[in-house]
Nanobody, 123 residues
């Protein structure tokens, strides 16, 4: 599975961005997909995940109520709508495909990773 993330950029605090992640190759629509992020000097952290059919979503406490994850199974694509961005949201955002149908916050549950898209939020 190949994952291509896009939609990152430089924005001011309070702005919105929408990230997209398209899966290609030997894709499976029966797997959960998630977004992780890694800020400079920090470990990669879970941001949001969505189950195989979109019925279950999960968010980290730091983004809950500001970010929304969704997926379009017909396009093998997931999205991350990010509102009310803060400087601490600055990071490279990665999408990943899980080996399970339900999303996990643990990176070792994910078998395929995209190359990431950079989000920079200025104050």
């Amino acid at each position: 599975v190949q994952l291509q993330a896009s939609g990152g950029g430089l924005v001011q605090a309070g702005a919105s961005l929408r990230l997209s992640c398209a899966a290609s190759g030997r894709t499976s629509s029966n797997n959960a997909m998630s977004w992780f992020r890694q800020a400079p000097g920090k470990e990669r952290e879970f941001v949001a995940g969505i189950s195989w059919n979109g019925g279950i979503t999960s968010y980290s406490n730091s983004v809950k109520s500001r970010f929304t994850i969704s997926r379009d199974r017909t396009k093998n694509t997931i999205y991350l709508q990010m509102n009310g961005l803060k400087p601490e949201d600055t990071a490279v955002y990665y999408c990943a495909v899980a080996r399970t149908a339900i999303p996990s916050s643990e990176a070792n549950y994910y078998t395929s990773w995209g190359r990431g898209t950079l989000v920079t939020v200025s104050s």
